[in-house]
Every structure is written in structure tokens, then in C-alpha cells.
């Protein structure tokens, strides 16, 4: 740990969910925005002056929820779809190996 670590907090009457901070400044053009005004030194780092320039758009807190929502969803749904793919590259590989008489392997193919 360094001491140069920032940590955000949203409070209740701050009109902000946390989630959704966390959303719009994990989006790459944020990311990027803020390695541009880093510090340039061997670890790179933002100060609080930098990351409070940051602009954020806020909606209403029931449209930062609605958005909230969708993203988890949108995550679930990658994640299932992920583990599908994932599956049926499990499925080939046995259905080959059984096909072609080879040995089956205990381990995944690498991805």
C-alpha cells in the first residue's frame, strides 16, 4: 500500500449511488482522462484535486437505479454467457476424444 490511495465514499445526502460512480468512472474514458492528469513518477498517481475535476453527470437517484439494475443484469448475462461458451468448449473436446478414441482429459483446454 502506498499512502497515495484515495478513497470515495458516497454518502447518503450526496445524491449519488455508489454503483453507479463506480460505473461511470470505471468507463474507459474516464480511466483514460485520469492517466492523463497522473503524476508521472515511477507509480503513477492522481491526487485529489485531479480526481475531484473529475465531471460526472448525475441523474436522478431512481435513474441511477434503473441504470444500476441493467448493468447487474447485463453482467449476469455476460457471465452466463461466458460459462456456456466455456461448456460447450468442454463439450468439443470430450465429444472428440470419444470420436477419435483419444484420451479424455480431467483438464479444460486452455482458453
Known amino acids: 500500500m502506498s499512502s497515495n490511495v484515495i478513497r470515495l465514499r458516497?454518502?447518503?445526502?450526496?445524491?449519488?449511488?455508489?454503483?453507479?460512480?463506480?460505473?461511470?468512472?470505471?468507463?474507459?474514458?474516464?480511466?483514460?482522462r485520469?492517466?492523463?492528469?497522473?503524476?508521472a513518477t515511477a507509480v503513477p498517481f492522481i491526487t485529489k484535486?485531479?480526481?475531484?475535476?473529475?465531471?460526472?453527470?448525475?441523474?436522478?437517484?431512481?435513474?441511477?437505479?434503473?441504470?444500476?439494475e441493467s448493468l447487474v443484469l447485463l453482467q449476469e448475462r455476460s457471465t452466463a454467457h461466458r460459462e456456456l461458451?466455456?461448456?460447450?468448449?468442454?463439450?468439443?473436446?470430450?465429444?472428440?476424444?470419444?470420436l477419435t478414441g483419444s484420451p479424455t482429459s480431467a483438464t479444460s483446454p486452455a482458453t
Open 49 to 68: 484535486a485531479v480526481l475531484g475535476s473529475q465531471e460526472v453527470l448525475l441523474p436522478p437517484l431512481d435513474v441511477q437505479q434503473e441504470i444500476v
Open 10 to 32: 458516497c454518502r447518503g445526502e450526496s445524491g449519488v449511488l455508489p454503483d453507479f460512480l463506480l460505473a461511470v468512472l470505471s468507463r474507459p474514458e474516464a480511466i483514460g
Open 85 to 98: 461458451a466455456a461448456a460447450i468448449t468442454r463439450a468439443r473436446g470430450l465429444l472428440v476424444a470419444q
Open 34 to 39: 485520469l492517466r492523463d492528469r497522473a503524476a
